[in-house]
């Protein structure tokens, strides 16, 4: 069970469209439509921002999106914001052992 | 409204065993579905899961520190337990406890506040 892919860091300038890619196997996300995504800023605990690939929790911004193709889900922040400016990170369910973390992704608000 | 907080040591020494505690509060974990799981971070590293028990005793380990981990609760006190042998400075990190609200929709919708344990001797 190894580590979900992640570039390391992404950037957009504020009011643009930023995605990030979470790449695994046909074993976990090419396999189940169960991938979620969490923002995390320095210090705090993970923040839960869509789960089952697509679905906002509650309070969450419409510019979080989520999507998947293949083996590669991938998260999208529209209309990017200085708020926005954390790390993410993909998860996603694998059967027995049941989740995967992705390597994590840095998004910086140019 | 659900609330989740880690409880242990700060500090432990190489080979000796870790025991963290999650209290939480706002959902009973003998509700059908209900899970507890522990992620951990290393400083300024990712994420990764380590355990989780759902409201039936099932539990699951990654599979990478299987043979270390043993995840128990006590649905009376509204608490989940993990133990981890042998201790490792590589195993220096915040340890997170989080809420799964169903096996079929596995995802960590609330988390506690994260306790961090160094390990050094």
């Known amino acids: 069970q190894s580590a979900l892919t992640q570039p390391a860091s992404v950037s957009g300038s504020p009011g643009q469209s930023i995605t990030i890619s979470c790449t695994g196997t046909?074993?976990?996300?090419?396999?189940?439509?169960?991938v979620s995504w969490y923002q995390q800023h320095p210090g705090k605990a993970p923040k839960l921002m869509i789960y089952?690939?697509?679905k906002r929790p509650s309070g969450v911004s419409n510019r979080f999106s989520g999507s998947k193709s293949g083996n590669t889900a991938s998260l999208t922040i529209s209309g990017l914001q200085a708020e926005d400016e954390a790390d993410y990170y993909c998860?996603?369910?694998?059967?027995?052992?049941?989740?995967?973390f992705g390597t994590g992704t840095k998004v910086t608000v140019l | 409204q659900i609330t989740l907080k880690e409880s242990g040591p700060t500090l432990v020494k190489p080979t000796q065993t870790l025991t963290l505690t999650c209290t939480f509060s706002?959902?009973?974990?003998?509700?059908?579905?209900?899970?507890v799981g522990w992620i951990r971070q290393p400083p300024g590293k990712a994420l990764e899961w380590l355990a989780l028990?759902?409201?039936?005793?099932?539990?699951r380990y990654s599979p990478s520190l299987k043979s270390r981990l043993t995840i128990t609760k006590d649905t009376s006190k509204n608490q989940v337990v993990l133990t981890m042998t042998n201790m490792d400075p590589v195993d220096t990190a915040t340890y997170y406890c989080?809420?799964?609200?169903?096996?079929?929709?596995?995802?960590?919708?609330?988390w506690g506040q994260g306790t961090l344990v160094t390990v050094s001797s």
């Open positions: 989080a809420h799964s609200i169903s096996s079929s929709s596995p995802h960590f919708d609330y």
């Open positions: 706002g959902f009973s974990l003998s509700t059908s579905g209900v899970g």
């Open positions: 028990i759902y409201w039936d005793d099932d539990k």
């Open positions: 046909s074993s976990d996300v090419g396999s189940y439509n169960l």
């Open positions: 089952e690939g697509s």
């Open positions: 998860c996603s369910y694998a059967g027995s052992s049941p989740y995967v």
